[in-house]
């Protein structure tokens, strides 16, 4: 390793970390270790994808640096219950520099990366400006939500991919009931406690299905709203819910929302959104919280490669998970668009996890001077969870529904998470919450302004109507 202190110029000549322009240049010094010698694999991602392959390499003879604009590996299937105040975001985020404590070749810097020079085989961090220098790359960067072009109406109906994405829709699933509580009017009320939910995949049939029986949790804390008349309404633009699972179960789930009292209204393509209401044609539907789960856009990192994309931009990568022409630079997880059997690999965390297992057997191969091998999905069933007891599973001819579907999808989900210290604690939050129906996370935090309200915090208290009933 390269002494910390060397003056940036120094380190220009070996791979690992470039020259940085002048106004970094103090910034690089101060933190880079820099791998020499053995080759150096950069991975850009601490996901699913990206963990999973940084640590496969663990006994490798190579230099491996992480890169991650967060600090923490996320377990994403389990957002949904931070957005809505059951688990604390420390439950499902572990830090990636724990996870990698023990590997003496891993490094892991917290950065965003904006650029990347194929050619050069450089990635270029944070606006600062520090490049990194890569052998060989597995870039891991997931995804985002995607608007299908209206980008606008994020700030009104946010998405939910990371745990910044969680708090704030946990900030406004919360203030909905605290600004119920204050409405002056019956229809404000009732506006107040609608919720829409954009999109019927299992993020929007899990988020729709657990607030009827979130709001019943919070019914002896308000005296002026009754939290079990909440309106959940999920839109779906297509004929399904759930398009993945089998027709039988599509049915079941339709089944277990209804009687959760949740509105799912199919063939639903939303026209416009705005702050007090959602547009399905020329529908209005009063709403002041509208939560989008309804489509994917890959990091746009994968553009910089110079490879094809698929309309969610994905890269289409070679069997082997590399990209075509460059050998060098695998795509894996969500970011990659591939398939297997014929059929295309979907953006799920098994095959994230499975394509980091093969990029990093792939590259390790090539070390050896053995051929890369085709990546095949292994696909070890479909779950999703509809509100507090009900779920459905499907492994290939086996489909459960009901209480055993739950008890498995809690396994699983338990089974999965990343360090026990977070198995022990959301085991016991959810043990906590089926026997008491309390939701142990109910802080807002954040900006306290009341989103999607007609009144702004500049307006002058003067110019509200009332509250009935107070002085
Ligand atoms: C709400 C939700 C629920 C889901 N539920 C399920 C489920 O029940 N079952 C299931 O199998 N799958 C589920 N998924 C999908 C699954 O989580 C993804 O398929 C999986 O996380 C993809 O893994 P990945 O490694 O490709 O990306 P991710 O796990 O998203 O990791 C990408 C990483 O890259 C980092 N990153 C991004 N851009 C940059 C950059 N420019 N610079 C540096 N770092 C960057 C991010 O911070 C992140 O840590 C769900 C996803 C969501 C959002």
Redesign the pocket.
Known sequence: MTDIRTPPEAHAAVAGVDAPPAAAADRTAAIVPVPQRRPHVVI?????????AARLLKDADVDVTL????N?????????QVATAVLAPSDITIP?RYVLRRQRNATVLM????RIDPDARTIT?DDAGWTLSYDYLIL????R?SYFGKDQWEEVAP????IADAYELRRRFLTAFEEAEKAATQEEKQAWLTFVIVGGG??GV?LAGIIPDTAEAFRKDFRRIDTCKVRVVLLEGGPKVLAAFPEKLQQEALRDLEELRVQVRLDSIVTRVERDAVYVGEERIPTRTIFW?AGNAA?R?GAQLGAPVDRAGRVLVEPDLSVPGRPEVFV?????AVTSEGKPV????????Q??ERAARNLLATLRGQPRQPFTYRNKGD??TIGRHRAIASFGKLQLEGYLAWFLWLFV?ILYLVGFRNRVSVLVQWTYAYFTYQRGVRLISGAMTTVGSTATPSEPPSTRPPVPGWK
């Open positions: 850009v991602g601490g996901g699913f994808g990206g963990l999973r890169v991650d604009r967060t923490h590996h996320l377990f994403q299937p389990l957002l949904y990636i950065g965003d990366v904006r961090v891991a960067a997931g995804a939500h998405g939910l991919k990371s299992p993020t899990e789960a990091s990192l894996v997880g969500d970011m990659a979907p953006g799920v965390a098994p095959a994230a996890n394509m980091g779950l999703a989900h």
